[in-house]
């Protein structure tokens, strides 16, 4: 139920360099790129601690289409090609629209 606007994806505090990990993140634990709402992105900026990525949000969730509670409950990570055992944090920034 409900629904968020999501106006940044941000990602920080690497334990270790993420140069070069390609990220997605998804509204469908399948990774299906018709539902991504950040399309594949290489985390070039992640190389020490301190560090931060800001990743463009994909249409039509960039310009005027919220992400429904009703279609998803959950964002999905999905690591496309990894870069040793680092772990990041990755923080999505929004307005609610509805509960």
Known sequence: SGAVI???VTISNPTASSNNA?????????ANA???????????????TGRYQD??????YLSNTAVSGATTSA??????QGN?????TVSVYG???SF
């Open 6 to 8: 999501v106006r940044r």
């Open 22 to 30: 390609y990220v997605t993140i998804t509204t469908s634990s399948d």
């Open 34 to 48: 018709s539902n991504a709402l950040v399309a594949s992105v290489a985390l070039a900026n992640i190389t020490a």
């Open 55 to 60: 990743l463009t949000i994909a249409q039509p």
């Open 75 to 80: 964002l999905y990570v999905n690591v496309t």
């Open 84 to 88: 040793g055992t680092a772990t990041v």
């Open 95 to 97: 307005d609610v629209v």
